[in-house]
Nanobody, 128 residues
Framework: QVQVQESGGGSVQAGGSLRLSCDAS????????MGWFRQTPGNERQAVAS????????YYADSVKGRFTISQDNAKKTLYLQMNSLKPEDTALYYC?????????????????????WGQGTQVTVSS
């Protein structure tokens, strides 16, 4: 059974930093990728960043480029999201996803690949 668990959310003032972590377990595929998504009330969940280590592919949403960095400890299947220069508009519930057997790098951040497993989310609140 695939399990995904996020941690590291919290409250911070604008301009501050937070680091999110995500632990995944329950699968043994070499072909997998992981990503971070976020959602605000009344809006759809959107991709923030993804990492497909097997092919060295990363994706960042335009709104976070240059401020957020995604990384992974492959041995531990632990995913990180370093968030710097946070803005109030970054406030959201952040989800981690493990995407198994993607057919392309876009499957890692589409959020609609069938073999996508989600964590329960961690809240990030940025005050002005």
């Amino acid at each position: 059974q695939v399990q995904v668990q996020e941690s590291g959310g919290g409250s911070v003032q604008a301009g501050g930093s937070l680091r999110l972590s995500c632990d995944a377990s329950g699968y043994n595929y070499n072909n997998y990728c992981m990503g971070w998504f976020r959602q605000t009330p009344g809006n759809e969940r959107q991709a923030v960043a993804s990492l497909y280590s097997a092919i060295g592919s990363t994706y960042y949403a335009d709104s976070v480029k240059g401020r957020f960095t995604i990384s992974q400890d492959n041995a531990k299947k632990t995913l990180y999201l370093q968030m710097n220069s946070l803005k109030p508009e970054d406030t959201a519930l952040y989800y981690c996803a493990a995407v198994l057997r993607p057919s392309s790098s876009s499957d890692c951040y589409s959020g609609s690949w069938p073999l996508t497993y989600w964590g329960q989310g961690t809240q990030v609140t940025v005050s002005s």
